[in-house]
């Protein structure tokens, strides 16, 4: 069985962002300045053509100069934008130049000339405004999924819907004890490093970020597609392969490695929008309430990964995979049994 994979869209989906935000940014100064006045035939295509290379400028820059956010935001945020703002109009006058050599009517000194005259300072103040958009806007695109944007503008989940969902509760083993031995501010650094490292898991899973709950990350499908190629499933095994790949890093750094354990289930619950000061989607039914004891069986069973029969059910068989049954297990808060499973992957056959 084949292992889900990141889309290509999703892997490079914030250089498709900047881009994007680049080449609009791009049109519309171009559009109500006269930036556009010496390329007649070309009418407003130089402006969208610069807007994207801005967008990749900054994606790039954005990539290299991580080490800067570890100053507050504000500050970042200027230190980044005149770095950028400088950077883009560098390339604008290498643009205006290659342009006007293209089309032979100027030469290089006279065009530059020009240029600082007419359009330096104009270009600057473009250059800068543009960069502080499109870092807020990678800012916000960190903070909000798309999902969220598509969720809130097409009117879904306004009213409360119910549909069927999976959910898997992932929790970090012996929290406490690691909370301890590495005191409070390198251990929220562990869980930072930790939460960051799942993200070409869940992205190549299509799994949805629920909420981060301390140490506890919440994920969620609609069952269509976390059924799909059972990718729901092997979620939790990119989990800790990802991890694994990290493990000399987590080794140099913390002097351990970490591991966590989850549980999953599927069934109906009740989705709607929430809250006026801050607006979020939520879940509500015993769905969530169900997978979270699930979740909490996995000391009982010394496993990393417990599941109820239902989803069991509800996937179709692979040899790669191997359920172990536990018998009818009373769960907290319920008045009947429920069937559990641990489940094991196979690596030689992956």
Not at 36 to 62: A, C, H, M, Q, R
Request: charged residues 20%; glycine residues 6%.
């Amino acid at each position: 069985m084949e292992l889900p994979k990141l889309p290509f869209y999703k892997k490079y989906s914030l250089v498709f962002k900047a881009a994007i935000a680049g080449g609009i940014l791009g049109l519309l100064y171009a559009s109500i300045t006269d930036a556009e006045s010496n390329f007649d035939y070309l009418k407003l295509l130089p402006g969208i053509i610069i807007g994207v290379f801005i967008g990749f400028i900054i994606i790039t820059f954005e990539k290299r100069l991580i080490n800067l956010n570890r100053y507050s935001f504000l500050g970042a945020m200027l230190l980044k934008a005149l770095i950028y703002s400088i950077s883009i109009l560098l390339f604008l006058l290498f643009f205006v130049l290659m342009f006007s050599e293209m089309l032979g009517h100027l030469s290089y000194q006279e065009v530059f000339i020009k240029y600082a005259k007419e359009r330096l300072f104009e270009d600057y103040m473009f250059s800068l405004g543009a960069s502080i958009f499109l870092i807020l806007f990678l800012e916000i695109s960190s903070l909000l999924s798309s999902r969220f944007f598509y969720n809130y503008f097409t009117g879904q989940y306004h009213r409360p819907i119910q549909e069927e969902r999976i959910f898997m509760f992932v929790d970090v083993k012996s929290s406490t004890t690691l909370a301890e031995q590495l005191g409070d501010i390198l251990y929220s650094n562990l869980l930072q490093d930790l939460f960051n490292d799942f993200t070409d898991a869940i992205q190549a899973s299509r799994a949805e970020i629920y909420q981060y709950v301390g140490d506890e990350i919440i994920l969620t499908w609609k069952s269509s597609n976390g059924l799909k190629e059972k990718r729901c499933l092997y979620c939790f095994y990119l989990l800790k392969q990802c991890i694994e790949n990290k493990r000399e890093y987590y080794l140099g750094k913390y002097n351990l490695v970490p591991k966590f354990k989850a549980g999953m289930h599927i069934g109906t619950a009740v989705t709607t929008w929430v809250g006026k000061v801050k607006k979020e989607i939520v879940y509500h039914g015993d769905l969530l309430n169900t997978t979270s004891r699930i979740q909490c069986e996995c000391n009982n069973f010394n496993h990393d990964f417990v599941i109820s029969e239902t989803i069991k059910n509800a996937l179709p068989e692979d040899h790669s995979i191997t359920y172990i049954q536990k018998g009818e297990i009373l769960l907290r808060g319920k008045a009947k049994p429920m069937k559990l499973y641990t489940v094991d992957f196979n690596s030689a056959v992956l």
